[in-house]
């Protein structure tokens, strides 16, 4: 992973709004959404962060923390939200590093444990997450799974 780099938006404001717009590319959540979030973490606001993995100046991976991550779980706070690496990078610890990398950032600001919730079973273990209980997501038929990283 050495050719990646792994910043945090208030490293690199410049990417901002090319940030919020990737993350809305890959999730539709709406892009106001992700530069209201954003903002407020660049301008120290919240200590809940936004990271991105890049290669060259091109992002191939990213994630956020923020307060809830659309779940009924309100006590559950922070969660690690909009996960996602590029297809052509995916099997090259890209995600993994980007998570070990958040954990330590929120450590670091005397934020832990932290959240997140995903459907995927498996691969949060290997960084050291733990499968908690299941959560209702906000309009969601099914139940979803909770981890945390103590």
């Known amino acids: 992973m050495s050719e990646y780099k792994i910043v945090t938006l208030r490293e690199r404001k410049d990417l901002a709004d090319k940030a919020a717009n ?7 959540v709406p892009v106001e959404a992700y530069k209201e979030c954003i903002d407020a ?21 990213g ?13 559950l706070t922070p969660n690690v939200c909009a996960v996602y690496t590029e297809e052509e990078y995916r099997g090259k610890r890209v ?12 450590r670091a600001h005397n934020i832990s444990p932290v959240y997140l919730v995903t459907d995927h079973i498996g691969f949060y273990e290997r ?3 733990e499968f908690l209980c299941m959560v209702q997501g906000d309009d969601e038929p099914d139940m979803t799974r909770m981890y945390i990283h103590r």
């Open 22 to 28: 990737w993350f809305h590319s890959k999730w539709g």
């Open 41 to 61: 973490y660049i301008s120290n606001e919240t200590e809940y962060g936004w990271y991105l993995c890049l290669d060259g100046e091109k992002i191939i991976g």
């Open 63 to 75: 994630m956020g923390v923020i307060e809830n991550d659309f779940h009924d779980r309100k006590d």
């Open 95 to 106: 995600s993994g590093n980007l998570l070990d990398y958040v954990v330590e950032d929120c």
């Open 127 to 129: 960084y050291g997450w």
